[in-house]
């Protein structure tokens, strides 16, 4: 279950850099032993005063973070922090009751039942509301527990911001700092339900970042950079630094672009929020709802055939890897769109239900006070075979976009209408030219799909749900000065 931030083990949360931006260290689903004992055996206490005519499902979950904030070679933040927690759900002909306590002392668990099991009487009869059953499918293995990060000392933490910090600065004269962050998280985690799934797993993991500025006279520039790993071992620090300078400078002297139709290369940055986007459209809850662009459309081209999206949490490189779902599934790597074809969406037990489909080991959960719902884990666009560079080589005219404001707010993934403010590079006869900024890119989600011209190589592996090589899409409207 995978860890990261203060996240819950196993249920996700979103990272994102430009805002700081879940045995023998096989993980995930472990057996019972010693380590854990006592929580199954808590799970254990409520799940046998089940009564016949209900459903009990009983979520726990234990684990540690920390975050480090640094600025002008000083901690400005420091947290480490501990926290435990149980989230019942009790499901009642047709009603649920759902209560939640961040403490795992047996005589409030027991009350925690208690409450749930009268929560039940208040909620509205759902004729799809039911506990996930055990599917079959086996968990894939997956060293998710780094021993080398759970030891890591905090005063190297500290260091290893400091040093982020410094080698940015370094870099040159006119960026100034704004912070540099470390942050991990570890922790375990476990669903136990009447109708006998009983499953554990724990996970770490922890990511660098530097937000930077760097002014001009039309005002001030900012960049980030970041580094994932399993551990801090895995960190490239250096290329973080030059990440957090070189996305800062390259739009000093920015200008607004002509209006016009062009083409635009996505960077991976910038892919990967766009797949966050499509991915919430392929949630089966949005479908069941009518709150998606897609339904009803599986077995439809709906992308160019360069366009093969996959959910893939079983990626030990995706920073959101996870062998459970919410639910105590396994999780499990599902194809949604092959070759531009739509093959299916990502269900909870609850959507697939309504759907008259089977799960596809996507509940989410977030945390012990929160009920799973469907969506996708880490979401990973196949990529190409050509570098950014050879991508840009081949274009007359267009624009790098590397930076996009207002991104949730400008889509509607009802309609599939997209606007969004921009920043970037004009691209000119298969170069690089001048930094533009203060323009809108606007299209449809849907045309956005069927327009992408070739898809890179260079799929970069992101602190958030969704990893994305750059993306070459042509006709698309940009405006900026008449």
């Known amino acids: 279950m995978r860890q990261g931030r203060s996240r819950s083990p196993g249920w996700h949360g979103s990272a994102d850099p430009s805002c700081v931006i879940d045995d023998d260290r096989r993980d995930g689903c472990v057996s019972e032993s010693d380590s854990n004992s006592e929580l199954f055996a808590l799970a254990d206490s409520?799940?046998?005063?089940?009564?016949?005519?209900?459903?009990?499902?009983?979520?726990?979950?234990?684990?540690?973070?920390?975050?480090?904030?640094?600025?002008?070679?000083?901690?400005e933040h420091f947290v480490s922090a501990m926290s435990s927690g149980i989230g019942i759900r009790v499901i009642n002909d047709g009603r649920t009751g759902?209560?939640?306590?961040?403490?795992?002392?047996?005589?409030?668990?027991?009350?925690?039942l208690a409450e749930a099991r009268e929560n039940v009487s208040f909620s509205s009869v759902d004729e799809w509301a039911a506990l996930a059953e055990p599917d079959g499918v086996d968990v894939t293995e997956q060293e998710l527990w780094s021993d080398e990060l759970e030891s890591y000392p905090t005063a190297d933490k500290i260091e290893l911001a400091k040093k982020l910090e410094q080698m940015t600065l370094d870099r040159d004269s006119r960026i100034r700092v704004d912070d540099t962050n470390f942050v991990d998280g570890g922790g375990e985690g476990l669903v136990v339900t009447t109708t006998g799934i009983r499953r554990y797993?724990?996970?770490?993991?922890?990511?660098?970042?530097?937000?930077?500025?760097?002014?001009?006279?039309?005002?001030?520039?900012?960049?980030?950079?970041?580094?994932?790993?399993?551990h801090p071992g895995e960190f490239?620090?250096?290329?973080?630094?030059?990440?957090?300078?070189?996305?800062?400078?390259?739009?000093?002297?920015?200008?607004?672009?002509?209006?016009?139709?062009?083409?635009?290369?996505?960077?991976?940055?910038?892919?990967s929020q766009l797949l966050g986007i499509i991915g919430?459209?392929?949630?089966?809850?949005?479908?069941?709802?009518?709150?998606?662009?897609f339904a009803d459309r599986v077995g439809e081209s709906i992308a160019a055939p360069t366009f093969t999206l996959v959910d893939d949490p079983t990626d030990r490189r995706a920073y959101t890897a996870t062998d459970l779902d919410g639910e105590g599934l396994a999780a499990r790597r599902n194809v949604l769109i092959d070759e531009g074809e739509l093959r299916g969406f990502v269900h909870s037990s609850y959507s697939a239900r309504r759907a008259g489909e089977g799960t596809t080991g996507n509940a989410l959960r977030g945390g012990?006070?929160?009920?799973?719902?469907?969506?996708?884990?880490?979401?990973q666009l196949v990529a190409g075979e050509r570098a950014q560079a050879d991508l840009i080589a081949s274009i007359?005219?267009?624009?790098?976009?590397?930076?996009?404001?207002?991104?949730?707010?400008?889509?509607?993934?009802?309609?599939?209408?997209?606007?969004?403010?921009?920043?970037?590079m004009s691209i000119r006869n298969g170069a690089i030219a001048e930094p533009v900024r203060?323009?809108?890119?606007?299209?449809?989600?849907?045309?956005?799909?069927?327009?992408?011209?070739?898809?890179?190589?260079?799929?970069?592996?992101?602190?958030?749900?969704?990893?994305?090589?750059?993306?070459?899409?042509?006709?698309?409207?940009?405006?900026?000065?008449?």
């Open 46 to 75: 409520l799940i046998d005063t089940a009564n016949p005519s209900e459903q009990i499902e009983v979520y726990i979950s234990r684990g540690s973070s920390t975050e480090v904030r640094v600025h002008n070679g000083d901690v």
């Open 98 to 112: 759902f209560a939640h306590a961040g403490t795992l002392d047996a005589e409030i668990a027991s009350q925690v």
């Open 201 to 230: 797993g724990r996970s770490n993991s922890c990511y660098l970042s530097v937000s930077t500025l760097a002014d001009d006279t039309d005002g001030t520039r900012t960049g980030f950079g970041f580094a994932v790993g399993a």
């Open 236 to 271: 490239d620090v250096e290329r973080a630094a030059r990440d957090g300078v070189d996305r800062a400078t390259r739009l000093l002297g920015a200008t607004k672009p002509a209006s016009r139709s062009t083409t635009v290369v996505l960077d991976p940055f910038v892919a």
């Open 280 to 293: 919430s459209t392929l949630s089966g809850d949005a479908v069941v709802r009518g709150r998606s662009l």
């Open 368 to 379: 012990y006070a929160g009920s799973p719902s469907a969506g996708c884990h880490a979401l």
């Open 396 to 424: 007359d005219d267009g624009v790098l976009i590397e930076g996009v404001s207002g991104l949730h707010s400008g889509v509607n993934t009802v309609s599939g209408d997209f606007s969004v403010g921009a920043t970037g």
């Open 438 to 482: 203060e323009f809108t890119i606007a299209s449809t989600i849907q045309r956005l799909l069927n327009d992408i011209v070739e898809v890179g190589a260079d799929l970069e592996w992101l602190p958030m749900r969704a990893s994305a090589p750059s993306l070459v899409i042509r006709d698309v409207m940009v405006s900026g000065s008449s």
